[in-house]
């Protein structure tokens, strides 16, 4: 059985820094790409960013470029999304989605398997 499960969310403020983590199991974790998505209170959910399977490759939102990088680590079959220069905008909760493919799309049915979210609250 395929489990996705994001942590790190936290309540920070504004300007802050934090770390989420994507666990993977029960896939061949090189075999797949991985997305960050994001829903805030009252909004569609969002593409945040994705990186493919060797992690040399990634691409961004513009709302979080140069302020988001997402790493892998095939050893331990983990993904981060490393969040810098955190704004009140960005409160929202964080999805880590896995996806076969590798392709400069984000639509959410690339995605095939989803985590529960995790909480990031930004404060000014």
């Known amino acids: 059985q395929v489990q996705v499960v994001e942590s790190g969310g936290a309540s920070v403020q504004a300007g802050d820094s934090l770390r989420l983590s994507c666990a993977a199991s029960?896939?061949?974790?090189?075999?797949?790409?991985f997305g960050w998505f994001r829903q805030a209170p009252e909004k569609e959910r969002e593409f945040v960013g994705a990186?493919?399977?060797?992690?040399?490759?990634?691409y961004y939102d513009d709302s979080v470029k140069g302020r988001f990088t997402i790493s892998r680590d095939n050893r331990k079959n983990m993904v981060y999304l490393q969040m810098n220069s955190l704004k009140v905008e960005d409160t929202a909760v964080y999805y880590c989605?896995?996806?076969?493919?590798?392709?400069?799309?984000?639509?959410?049915?690339?995605?095939?398997?989803w985590g529960q979210g995790t909480q990031v609250a930004v404060s000014s």
């Open positions: 989605a896995a996806r076969r493919t590798w392709t400069y799309e984000s639509p959410e049915s690339l995605f095939t398997f």
């Open positions: 029960g896939l061949i974790f090189d075999d797949w790409c």
């Open positions: 990186i493919n399977w060797y992690g040399d490759k990634t």
